[in-house]
C-alpha cells in the first residue's frame, strides 16, 4: 500500500487552463502580447484578433505525461500536426525559434 511522505505535499495536476495561463506568460515574455491562449475542447488554441472574430495560430493537445503535440491551421480550415512532441514550453520555445510566422499578426503570411 503506498503512503505518502509525512510533510511532503502531493503535487495536484495541471488543469487546461493553468497550461493556458503557462502559456500565455511565455508568449507575452516571448514578446507576442498580440496572441492569447484559451481552452478549446480539451485543447489549448492560441488565437489573435476580436474575440468574435479569432485567428487561429496554433492548437496544443496533450499527448503523454508532460508531452504535448502541436497543429496548425491549413488554409483548407483543418489542422495539420507538426512534427514535434514534447513539454509545453519547450514546444512554444521550438515554434518561435524554427517557425516563428505561426506567432506573427497574420501567420498565413509564412
Keep these: 500500500m503506498a503512503q505518502s511522505r509525512p ?3 502531493v503535487k495536484k495536476p495541471h488543469s487546461l487552463a493553468d497550461h ?3 502559456i500565455q506568460r511565455l508568449l507575452g515574455i516571448l514578446g507576442y502580447s498580440h496572441l ?3 481552452v478549446v475542447r480539451g485543447a489549448i488554441l492560441v488565437e489573435s484578433g ?9 492548437k496544443l493537445r496533450p499527448h503523454s505525461g508532460e508531452n504535448w503535440r502541436a497543429d496548425v491551421p491549413t488554409h483548407t480550415g483543418r489542422w495539420q500536426p507538426l512534427p514535434y512532441i514534447g513539454p509545453r514550453g ?7 525559434q524554427d517557425f516563428p510566422w ?7 503570411a509564412g
Design 7 to 9: 510533510g511532503k505535499p
Design 20 to 22: 493556458a495561463a503557462g
Design 36 to 38: 492569447r491562449a484559451r
Design 50 to 58: 476580436p474575440a468574435d472574430d479569432p485567428q487561429a495560430h496554433l
Design 90 to 96: 519547450n514546444m512554444i520555445a521550438w515554434i518561435n
Design 102 to 108: 505561426l506567432f506573427s499578426a497574420d501567420p498565413s
